[in-house]
């Protein structure tokens, strides 16, 4: 009763033409190949029926036998049909070739230029909204609390690492570790990366190197600074710093909070957590944890807010 709405062609009209005339050049092509098998065939035959079955044995032509004629006649017209396929471009000459590119070209520009006014009408409305946000008061264009938080594992002595790789391994760390950063930006060194098997799962990773040819997996972000890897993962609440030693000092001056777990040992290492200035950051929470068969060493989750 009710018809169905007809789809719309996923290929444009001049799109379409140039389809089939390529499949018209296919099966031109394919004929000229049946004729050319059909000439050899042919002409085998009427040599064998003459020369050895004897038909038309006593016919010539200016002295000639008459199946040389026939293979000339058959040889003309298929020199002929070549000529047509491969000369004269029957189906697809060389004058529509640059007809169908011409409106080829021309229907891509003119995608080009609906693009390029959709671009400049968007950075039009995007000038517009940041001149007039800047022209609110500061209380009606609030900014996103963004909490930078420096996530950390450091002992007595603030070791943190040695040969890029932890000192400890302390099972119920690892699981605070995940649990606090799931779903965010972690941002850390190129080294820290590199210390890891893999990117870990359900977090944006947001590595900082110098190197200007470092490749990264998909889906990694690589920055030059700690600035713009801030400035990549703006759209986090809370991103995480998790690395290594240099990155930890530059972040010092820039983040909210730290979450550290002091492993109560001290142990020699080549990569130092910086001290923590209790003039700056005050202690806001504090868990301690005992040794236990999971865990070698005693511990403390610490958490430091920026005064």
């Known amino acids: 009763m009710f018809g169905k709405k007809k789809q719309k062609p996923l290929i444009d009209a001049n799109q379409l033409e140039l389809i089939e005339n390529a499949q018209k050049r296919i099966k031109q092509k394919k004929r000229l190949y ?123 002595n603030d070791a943190i690492g040695k040969g890029n790789k932890l000192i400890w391994h302390l099972s119920d760390d690892l699981k605070r570790f995940k649990s606090l950063t799931n779903g965010h930006h972690i941002i850390m060194g190129r080294k820290t990366f590199e210390s890891f098997p893999k990117p870990l799962p359900n977090r944006t990773h947001v590595v900082i190197s110098r190197q200007k040819d470092y490749k990264v997996p998909s889906g990694v972000i690589l920055v030059n600074s700690l600035e713009d890897a801030i400035d990549a993962a703006k759209n986090d609440a809370q991103p995480f710093i998790i690395g290594g030693g240099e990155i930890y000092k530059q972040a010092m001056t820039l983040a909210d909070k730290i979450e550290l777990t002091r492993v109560h040992e001290s142990f020699e290492a080549d990569t130092f957590f910086p001290k923590i200035d209790t003039s700056v950051w005050k202690e806001t929470a504090n868990t301690f944890h005992s040794k236990d068969e999971n865990h070698e060493h005693e511990f403390s989750f610490l958490t430091y807010e920026r005064k």
């Open 34 to 156: 049946v004729h050319f098998v059909v000439f050899l065939i042919g002409a085998l035959f009427l040599i064998v029926a003459n020369t050895i079955l004897g038909i038309g044995k006593d016919v010539t032509f200016f002295g000639k036998e008459w199946f040389v004629f026939a293979i000339l006649l058959w040889l003309f017209f298929l020199l002929y049909h070549v000529f047509n396929v491969y000369v004269t471009h029957k189906f697809m000459g060389k004058a529509w070739e640059k007809n169908q590119l011409d409106k080829l070209v021309a229907k891509q520009q003119e995608r080009i230029d609906k693009l390029k006014a959709g671009f400049v009408k968007e950075e039009t409305l995007i000038a517009q909204s940041e001149v007039y946000n800047k022209t609110l008061p500061k209380t009606q264009n609030p900014k996103p609390k963004i909490e930078l938080t420096i996530i950390v594992a450091a002992a007595e």
